[in-house]
C-alpha cells in the first residue's frame, strides 16, 4: 500500500470538498456552524479518515483559538493526511502484544474494553470472523488492514448519504416557506376580492329595490307580489370566486374537476356548482394538510442526520478507542459504527424471524340456548358471550429495522405475596421519533413450562395530555415464540415503559417441597464450596442481572440485584468491602467474581445457608432450584429518528400510582375498554362489560357507571382449553360505584390447540 500524503491529491479537488463538506455535516446542522472546541476538532477530523496526534491538533488548536470555520476545517483537511500503509502497521504492532504477527481474540478484546462501552468476547469474536478470510480465529496484518480501510469507507458512504439528506430537508423547508408565503398572499387578494364582491353585490340589491319600487309605483300593485330577487346567484358566484383565490392547488383542481366533468357540469344548477366547489376545496384542503405531515415526517427522518455517523449506526465505543492507546493517525471511528451494526445484522440483538401460530379469538354469538343456566330473580335471561376464532399470528416489524438505532435491556417479573414485581423504565426521547418496541421472555435454564409467559408493554407518558390521558401505546401483536411487538410515533419528551404480564402463567406457587436441594459442601481441606448445582444457578441469576448484557455486573445492575435480595441499596462502604474482596475489571463485576462473592458468604457463615436461600427465593427459586417464581425477559426498543434515545433501569419494584392517583390498573382498565367489544349486563342500565381481545389473551373488564355496589357473578366454565389469571373460571365480583374491575385474563392452555372463550354473567 502506497503512502499518500493528502486526500487532495488523491482526488478531484470539487470531490474533495464535499468529503469535507459530509464528515462536517455529521457533526453540525450547516456548514456556517463553527468548531468551538479542541475536541470538537478532533471529532470532525475522525470522520473524515484522519485521526491526528495531541501534537498535531496544538498546531491548529493554540492558545489563542475560539473557534474555526468550515473553511479553516477544509485547509487542515489539506494538510494532514489520511491513513497511510504505515500507521496502519504501527497500529498492528501495537495490538500484537506478543508479537507473533497476528491480533488475537484477546488482544482486540483488551484494546477494545480498555476504554468506552465494554464488548464481550464473543461480539469481538464476530468482529473478527467478518474480516477473518482463512478462518484460523486471528486477524493477520492484511485481514486487519481490510477491516479498517473498508469500514472507513463504508462511513464516508453514509456521511454522504446523510448530507443529500440534510440538503433535501432544507430545500423541503424552503419550499414549504414559499408555499405558505404563496397562501398567504393568495388569501390577501381573496380577502379584498371579497371585500370588493360584497360592495358590488350590495350596489346591485339597492339598484334591484329602486327598480322594484318603479315598477310598483308604475303597476299599483303591491310590492309584495313582485318575487324578491334570489341572493342565490352573488353568493354562488362569491363563494366560488372565494375558492379559486384562496390557493392556486384548489384552481388546479376546480378545472381538471371541471375538465373531467365535461357537459355533465355544465348541465347542473348553480347550487349543484356551488356544492361541488365546497367539497372539491375540502377535499383539496385535507390533501394539502395530509402533503404537509408527509413532509414535516420527512422533516423528521432527516433530523437525525445532524448527529455522528457512529451515533446513526447505534455505537459508543469499539475502535475508536485503539488510537488513544497506540498513538497513531489510523482513523478507526467510523469503524466502530460499522462493526456494531455489522453485529446486528449477523443476529447480535437483531430480531428473530417471526414463526406463525393458531388461536381463537373473535366474538360470535351463542348457538345453543340450552346450555345456557338459569336466570336469576333479576335477570330474565343469561347472556352468554363466546369468542373463537383461527388466526396465525406474525409480527409486522418494519422493514428496515435495522438501519434504526437499537437500544436493550434485561428484566424479570417477581412473584411476591400474590403481588407482581418487576423491572421498570424511563425512556428518554430527544427527537421526536418512530419507534419500534418488542419484549419477549427469557427460558431458565430449568423451570417455566413450554408454552411462554405473555409478556407486554405499556408506553406511558410522564404526565395527562391535554384528554387526561397517560397511556400512549401498549403491545397487542405477538408472533409465535411470544414476543410481543408495537409500533407508534412519539414526540420528543420522558415517557415511563412498563413490562406487564397477565398472570395466566405466572402464578404464585400453590406450595412448596419440603425436600430442599444442597447448596454448600466441604471440600477434603474442610473448606466450604458451593455445589455445582446452587453454582449452575448464581451464573443464571448473573446473566439475568446482567441487564445491559455486556458480560459484567455493574454497580448499579449490582445495586438493583442487592435491592431485590435484601431490600437495602449498595452502600459506598459496602462497594468497597466488595471491590476489596474479588476482583473486578474495568470496576464492574464479573461472573467469576460474582461466584466468588457467593463462596465467600458460604465460608463466612461456616456453611450456614439461610442467607444463601433469602437471595435464591428473591430471585424466584424454589427448594429444588427451579425458577417458578420469576420470568426473566428482553426488551428491545428501536428508534427510527433518534440516535441518542436513552432507556434506564429505575426501580425494581411494584406498579407506582401515576398522576391524577391512577393506579396502573386502572389505566390497562381503561385502555381495555377503548379498544373492547361493549356489552351491557342486563338487569343493570349502567353496567357493562368490555370483552377485549389480542393475539395472546383476552380480558374481561367490568364497568359499573352506577351510584351502587354491584354484585355479578361470572361463569367462563364452558370456554375450552383455556387458562385464567384466577383458580376458577367461575367467581363472583363485587364492583364499586364508579369504577372498573379487570374480571379475568384468558388465553390457551395449549399453544397448538384452538380454543374458545363463552362467558356468562349474572346479576346477584
Known amino acids: 500500500m502506497s503512502r499518500r500524503s493528502s486526500r487532495s491529491s488523491t482526488m478531484d479537488q470539487g470531490e474533495f470538498i464535499l468529503e469535507c463538506k459530509a464528515a462536517y455535516l455529521s457533526m453540525f446542522d450547516s456548514i456556517k456552524e463553527k468548531i468551538e472546541s479542541q475536541d470538537s ?13 495531541v501534537k498535531v491538533l496544538k498546531k491548529y488548536w493554540t492558545n ?69 478470510e482463512n478462518r484460523d480465529g486471528r486477524l493477520d496484518y492484511k485481514e486487519f488492514c481490510k477491516m479498517v480501510m473498508s469500514t472507513t469507507e463504508e462511513s464516508k458512504k453514509m456521511q454522504r448519504k446523510m448530507m443529500e439528506r440534510k440538503e433535501k430537508k432544507k430545500k423541503q423547508e424552503i419550499e414549504r416557506r414559499d408555499q405558505e408565503k404563496s397562501a398567504s398572499q393568495a388569501n390577501i387578494e381573496s380577502g379584498n376580492r371579497k371585500k370588493e364582491a360584497n360592495k358590488e353585490n350590495k350596489d346591485d340589491d339597492d339598484d334591484d329595490e329602486i327598480d322594484e319600487e318603479c315598477v310598483t309605483a308604475r303597476s299599483g300593485s ?88 457512529d451515533k446513526l449506526m447505534g455505537s459508543n465505543s469499539t475502535l475508536q478507542n485503539v488510537p488513544d492507546v497506540i498513538g497513531s493517525n489510523v482513523s478507526l471511528t467510523s469503524a466502530s459504527g460499522l462493526m456494531a451494526k455489522n453485529l446486528r445484522q449477523n443476529g447480535e440483538g437483531s430480531p428473530p424471524i417471526p ?49 434504526w438505532t437499537h437500544t436493550k435491556s434485561k428484566g424479570s417479573f417477581f412473584m411476591e405475596d400474590g403481588s407482581l414485581i418487576c423491572h421498570q423504565y424511563d425512556f428518554n426521547l430527544p427527537d421526536d421519533s418512530k419507534i419500534w418496541i418488542t419484549m419477549q421472555p427469557q427460558k431458565a435454564s430449568r423451570g417455566m413450562d413450554s408454552n411462554p409467559v405473555d409478556t407486554s408493554v405499556f408506553i406511558l407518558r410522564d404526565r395527562p395530555d391535554e384528554d387526561g390521558n397517560l397511556l400512549v401505546a401498549f403491545t397487542e401483536h405477538r408472533d409465535g415464540r411470544g414476543k410481543y411487538g408495537v409500533s407508534c410515533d412519539l414526540s420528543a419528551g420522558k415517557y415511563y415503559i412498563m413490562p406487564y404480564t397477565t398472570g395466566c402463567r405466572f402464578k404464585s406457587r400453590k406450595s412448596e417441597s419440603e425436600k430442599e436441594a444442597k447448596l454448600v459442601s466441604q471440600d477434603k481441606g474442610g473448606k466450604y464450596v458451593i455445589t455445582k448445582a446452587f453454582r449452575k444457578v448464581l451464573e443464571d441469576i448473573f446473566d439475568y442481572s446482567d441487564l445491559d448484557g455486556n458480560g459484567f455486573m455493574s454497580r448499579k445492575e449490582f445495586n438493583l440485584f442487592n435491592i431485590r435480595t435484601s431490600g437495602e441499596e449498595v ?28 463462596e465467600l458468604e458460604a465460608e463466612d457463615s461456616e456453611g450456614d445457608t439461610e442467607d444463601l436461600w433469602t437471595t435464591l427465593v428473591s430471585m424466584g427459586y424454589n427448594k429444588q432450584l427451579i425458577m417458578d417464581q420469576a420470568c426473566p425477559f428482553q426488551l428491545d426498543v428501536y428508534t427510527e429518528d433518534c440516535d441518542d434515545a436513552e432507556l434506564d433501569v429505575v426501580r425494581v419494584d411494584s406498579y407506582p400510582t401515576y398522576p391524577g392517583d391512577l393506579s396502573f390498573d386502572d389505566i390497562i382498565s381503561k385502555s381495555f375498554i377503548k379498544h373492547g367489544e361493549i356489552s351491557r349486563v342486563k338487569g343493570m342500565k349502567d353496567l357493562c362489560m368490555y370483552t377485549y381481545k389480542n393475539d395472546g389473551w383476552a380480558s374481561l373488564v367490568l364497568d359499573n357507571k352506577s351510584h351502587t355496589r354491584v354484585r355479578v357473578e361470572l361463569d367462563c366454565s364452558r370456554s375450552e382449553n383455556v387458562i385464567s389469571n384466577h383458580d376458577s373460571l367461575q367467581r363472583t365480583l363485587r364492583v364499586d360505584p364508579g369504577s372498573t374491575l379487570i374480571a379475568y385474563h384468558l388465553m390457551p392452555e395449549d399453544e397448538d390447540r384452538d380454543w374458545q372463550v363463552k362467558c356468562t354473567e349474572t346479576i346477584r
Open 64 to 132: 489563542d483559538t475560539d473557534e474555526l470555520s468550515f473553511d479553516d476545517f477544509v485547509d487542515i483537511c489539506r494538510k494532514e493526511p489520511v491513513t497511510t500503509s504505515d500507521d496502519l502497521m504501527k497500529a498492528f504492532r501495537k495490538i500484537d502484544i506478543n508479537g507473533d504477527g497476528y491480533i488475537s481474540l484477546e488482544e482486540l478484546h483488551k484494546i477494545l474494553t480498555s476504554k468506552g462501552e465494554k464488548k464481550s468476547k464473543s461480539e469481538v469474536k464476530t468482529m473478527i470472523d467478518e474480516v477473518d
Open 571 to 598: 452502600a459506598d462502604e459496602e462497594w468497597q468491602v466488595v471491590e476489596d474482596r474479588i476482583d473486578l475489571e474495568d470496576g464492574e463485576i464479573t461472573k467469576a467474581g460474582f461466584l466468588q462473592l457467593n
Open 222 to 309: 303591491a310590492r309584495s307580489e313582485r318575487p324578491k330577487p334570489s341572493p342565490r346567484k352573488s353568493m354562488s358566484e362569491t363563494t366560488t370566486s372565494q375558492a379559486k383565490d384562496v390557493s392556486p392547488l384548489r384552481t388546479s383542481f376546480k378545472e381538471k374537476t371541471e375538465d373531467i366533468s365535461g357537459s355533465r357540469t355544465s348541465l347542473q344548477s348553480k347550487d349543484d356548482v356551488l356544492l361541488t366547489s365546497r367539497r372539491s376545496s375540502r377535499s383539496q384542503t385535507k390533501d394539502s394538510s395530509r402533503s404537509k405531515k408527509e413532509k414535516d415526517r420527512e422533516g423528521l427522518c432527516s433530523s437525525r442526520l445532524s448527529n455522528s455517523p
Open 41 to 53: 476538532l478532533l471529532e470532525a477530523l475522525q470522520q473524515t479518515g484522519r485521526n491526528p496526534s
Open 355 to 403: 414463526a406463525q401460530r393458531k388461536s381463537l379469538l373473535h366474538t360470535a354469538s351463542s348457538s345453543d340456548p340450552d346450555d345456557l343456566p338459569r336466570p336469576s330473580p333479576r335477570v330474565k335471561k343469561d347472556k352468554s358471550r363466546q369468542s373463537s376464532v383461527s388466526r396465525s399470528h406474525k409480527l409486522d416489524e418494519p422493514k428496515n429495522l435495522r438501519e
